[in-house]
């Protein structure tokens, strides 16, 4: 059952709503003081505060009201309250709801929209506690992967990291081949690191070739080898990557840049381990872990003949999914903090832009921006500014479903001038709506709909 705390000096209101709340099955807790009622929050769970705005005969400024609530935010910030007015002006109740306040009633309150109100906040507490039990687990899991395997220092908290990394370590033990799919600059040749860290080769070599930085005509001599003479400017024997990766991982990333003569050779050797040296009939024997790595899709060029399919179904035996930055946006503070390494700290209103921003370049891209912005931080503090971003370049994505005055006009009718009732019909926090509300010069009056 939910609790509800009321705090207001005058008996009758108290006997009031604690009757019309206990008709509706909400458990109600009583204080008469503002220190009565941070007593009882101290000693008692509750869900949902309502407060009255002044405590003192013949006073109408709020002021107590206001300190109370400040009280309440500031050992309470998640706890919803709902403020009583009855001489208190208006533009007090307003400015408490911009820094937080859940929403705000006249006395005498309709009954029918406080319960509307009441029953909003609690299933929106509700929901508030189950996302914290959410991320309770999310934080365990982070430890269990952090204390079950070897993940290389790696820096994420987000759910979507924990489920990939999960799969990534459980296949490391498999000698098969590992496909890891994902957009450049996500961290693709991390994870190989930490496939080849948790699997029965980690004490072997890991030898990494970029597919994408080698001339077409190279990257056989490089996967295989050449003997002395094979091609022009080859005057001696050199092993290839298959060769230096035996017993251990090779990890080829931007395979799909590996040309039709170089898919079928390696083919070749992912089915039998054996091939042959550019220039040489001799036949030589390896056995190496192959994982590989594309920002591409292989799917796509199967179908238009630009990779063999054979090879892409030898590949692709498991497929390790890396999501971008903007999918898994939990991480970005993190991160952030790590690239800082203590050169500085980032400003409360850069911690909340970050994440908000789409990172085309991803993990690289955040990186990048971080390094440059700790070099131009003269105060140690790493602004918005100084990373490139602005609340309007956060939100430009959004900028279409922003709610125009009609939109909002005709959900505050459908809510019965319900604040907060409005902001859920439009995808609003409450203050996100009030801040509307002022730009577009709406003014509401408690307990009433003005569009009525």
Not at 46 to 61: G, K, P, R, W, Y
């Amino acid at each position: 059952m939910s609790t509800v705390l009321i705090i207001d000096d005058h008996a009758a209101v108290r006997e009031a709503l604690e009757l019309l709340l206990s008709l509706h099955e909400i458990h109600t807790l009583t204080a008469a003081t503002p220190a009565e009622g941070l007593s009882v929050l101290a000693r008692e769970p509750v869900d949902v505060v309502i407060q009255d705005m002044n405590f003192t005969a013949d006073t109408t400024s709020g002021d107590e009201g206001t300190a109370l609530f400040r009280a309440i935010r500031r050992d309470y910030p998640d706890l919803p309250v709902i403020l009583l007015t009855a001489w208190t002006r208006l533009e007090t109740a307003v400015e408490l709801v911009k820094t937080g306040a859940a929403d705000y009633l006249a006395k005498p309150w309709d009954d029918a929209k406080l319960l509307t109100v009441l029953k909003n906040l609690l299933e929106l507490a509700e929901s508030q506690r189950e996302v914290s039990r959410q991320r309770a687990g999310q934080r365990k899991h982070v430890r269990h992967l952090r204390s079950s395997y070897d993940l290389q220092d790696l820096v994420f908290a987000s759910e979507a990291m924990g489920r990939m990394l999960e799969l990534a370590c459980q296949v490391a033990h498999s000698p098969l081949p590992v496909l890891i799919t994902g957009p450049n600059g996500a961290g693709k040749e991390r994870i190989a690191q930490i496939v080849h860290a948790n699997s029965a080769v980690r004490d072997g070599p890991l030898v990494t070739v970029n597919c994408g930085a080698l001339p077409g005509e190279l990257i056989e001599a490089e996967l295989f080898g050449a003997e002395a003479g094979a091609y022009t400017g080859a005057a001696k024997a050199r092993p290839g990557r298959f060769e230096l990766a035996d017993g251990g991982t090779l990890f080829l990333d931007e395979i799909g840049n590996l040309p039709l003569a170089g898919q079928m050779k390696l083919l070749r050797v992912l089915e039998t381990g054996q091939f042959e040296r550019l220039g040489s009939g001799r036949t030589r024997q390896v056995t190496v872990r192959v994982i590989s790595a594309t920002n591409a899709d292989l799917r796509g060029m199967v179908q238009t003949g630009q990779f063999r399919e054979d090879l892409f179904y030898r590949l692709n035996v498991i497929e390790v999914a890396l999501p971008p930055l903007a999918e898994r946006n939990e991480d970005v503070v993190p991160l952030a903090e790590y690239f800082l390494a203590g050169r500085g700290q980032l400003s409360e209103s850069a911690r909340r832009l970050l994440p908000e921003q789409p990172w085309p370049g991803n993990v690289r891209q955040l990186k990048n921006a971080i390094e440059r912005a700790a070099v131009l931080a003269r105060d140690g503090v790493v602004t918005p500014e100084l990373l490139g971003l602005s609340a309007t370049t956060s939100v430009a994505a959004r900028s279409l479903d922003e709610p125009s005055q009609e939109a909002i006009r005709s959900a505050l009718q459908e809510s019965a001038g319900i604040i907060s009732k409005a902001a859920a019909r439009l995808g609003l926090s409450r203050q996100a709506l009030y801040r509307r509300l002022e730009r577009y010069g709406m003014a509401v009056e408690p307990g009433q709909d003005p569009w009525r």
